[in-house]
């Protein structure tokens, strides 16, 4: 396993501090891992530009990354060139948001309505038949709907585009 290998599934291994069950590598925060010498560098791009837990992160990827052997020092570097969106959402990280009790955000091509918010898959009993409660979650990337299917509230991660 080559070194950047190595430090992509170390990455698996940094949970987002809101949810615990889904890495960083599922959100698809990370846009670039390279390696030199000892030296390891990251490129994450938050979810949100106002994001909170950023200084944590950061922290979380060199924390884990330096635990490595063969690596001396780990630089992360906060970049929006490689602009994040929802679509960077793994198959698996999208899995692990309704095992969460959060619906996940539909797949888009760019452009999003607010049809496309209010309309989500209960996690819980995979019901269609929800209501968005409001757009305004308890962070910026989440909006809040009722099943009434099982009568339970839940979250749902927006799309980003």
């Not at 968005?132 to 009568?151: A, D, V």
Request: proline share 8%; hydrophobic share 35%.
């Amino acid at each position: 396993m080559t070194p950047e290998e190595q430090i992509w599934q170390a990455l698996d291994d940094v949970k987002d501090p809101e949810i615990p069950k889904v890495s960083i590598v599922d959100l698809g925060m990370i846009t670039e891992v390279r390696v030199d010498g000892g030296n390891a560098f990251v490129t994450m791009t938050p979810t949100f530009a106002g994001c909170p837990a950023i200084h944590v992160l950061k922290e979380s990827i060199a924390e884990r990354i330096n635990q490595l052997e063969g690596i001396n020092h780990t630089e992360v570097k906060v970049s929006f060139e490689v602009p994040w969106n929802s679509n960077r959402i793994s198959d698996r990280g999208k899995e692990l948001l309704r095992e969460s009790g959060f619906a996940p955000p539909p797949v888009h091509e760019g452009y999003i309505e607010l049809t496309v918010i209010s309309q989500a898959a209960c996690p819980f009993c995979g019901s269609n038949n929800t209501v968005m409660q409001t757009p305004f979650g308890p962070t910026l990337c989440r909006s809040i709907h009722y099943c009434n299917h099982c009568l339970q509230a839940f979250e749902q991660f927006k799309p980003v585009a």
